[in-house]
């Protein structure tokens, strides 16, 4: 992958405590202070901000990384959601937790769509800016501030654009919520500590059997799934993931 000189993407590697800008170490104070992010100016308020007072938009925050999983997806012929989930998994700029992963399972299952049902790179294209624009929207942490995690809302947001569902659709509107409602219980029986990459699986896995099974989509999978992240994972649960 090139790298480009913009100033958000060389701080990516930082980690998540860390200022995005500086690199020093954040500070949670206990009211919010509205602030401007130092890349596009929109004003927030925020209760976590370094030493020098540099604050970074989500939308900021996630550009160069969304812009990442948009090309790997758009790139991508085949037909196998766990290859190309883990092939953006492993770049190092993909971060072992995170909001990424809010655009991982929708996008990658539209690149799978998409390249299941013959349909052009440009319509291709243009539906997975869609699912970026969506993600956007789904804060940092919200698995455990909502009670529903992102890559869950993720799948709604993939079925949502392939049966182009708004809020009167009398047809599909069950089918979608019921996607994501499937893909939370899912994730629910495991219990936490959060590991967004027992979460991706989990919703790419529940994706494809639907597709499988509701669309007649004929979609391959490994044979067996061992998550190769476990070292990078602080707080993996080990032997209670069914991925370990
Ligand atoms: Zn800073
Ligand atoms: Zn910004």
């Keep these: 992958m090139k790298e480009t000189k913009s100033p958000t993407i060389s701080k990516y590697l930082f980690r998540h405590n860390q200022c ?21 100016g929109i004003q927030n308020k925020t209760q976590t ?11 900021c925050a996630r550009r160069d990384v ?9 790139k991508y012929s085949g037909l196998n959601a766990i290859e190309l989930a ?20 929708p ?11 013959n349909i052009s790179k440009e319509i291709k294209s243009e539906l997975l800016n869609e699912a970026r624009n969506r993600a956007l929207k789904i804060q940092d942490g919200i698995c455990a501030t909502h009670g529903a995690c992102g890559g869950s809302i993720g799948v709604g947001i993939f079925f949502s654009l392939i049966l182009q569902v708004n809020e009167l659709d009398k047809e599909n ?5 019921r996607a994501t409602a499937n893909t939370l219980a899912n994730i629910a029986k495991y219990g936490g500590p959060r590991c967004c990459k027992r979460s991706t699986y989990l919703a790419i896995l529940q ?9 007649g989509l004929n979609l391959p999978i490994p044979n067996k799934i061992q998550c190769q992240y ?15």
Excluded at 232 to 241: D, P, Y
């Design 86 to 105: 883990e092939s953006i998994m492993d770049l190092s700029k993909i971060k072992i937790h995170g909001p990424e992963h809010h655009l991982l399972v």
């Design 173 to 177: 509107y069950g089918y979608i919520n």
């Design 207 to 215: 994706t494809r059997n639907q597709l499988v099974e509701d669309f």
């Design 66 to 74: 969304y812009e990442i999983i948009i090309s790997q997806c758009n």
């Design 107 to 117: 996008a990658v299952m539209l690149a799978i769509w998409c390249n299941a049902k």
């Design 49 to 59: 901000l370094c030493q020098e007072g540099h604050y970074v938009c989500d939308e």
């Design 20 to 40: 995005l800008v500086c690199g020093q170490p954040l500070i949670y104070k206990k009211t919010p202070t509205v602030v401007s992010c130092y890349h596009c």
């Design 230 to 244: 476990v070292e990078k994972n602080l707080e993996c649960t080990k032997s209670e993931c069914l991925f370990y």
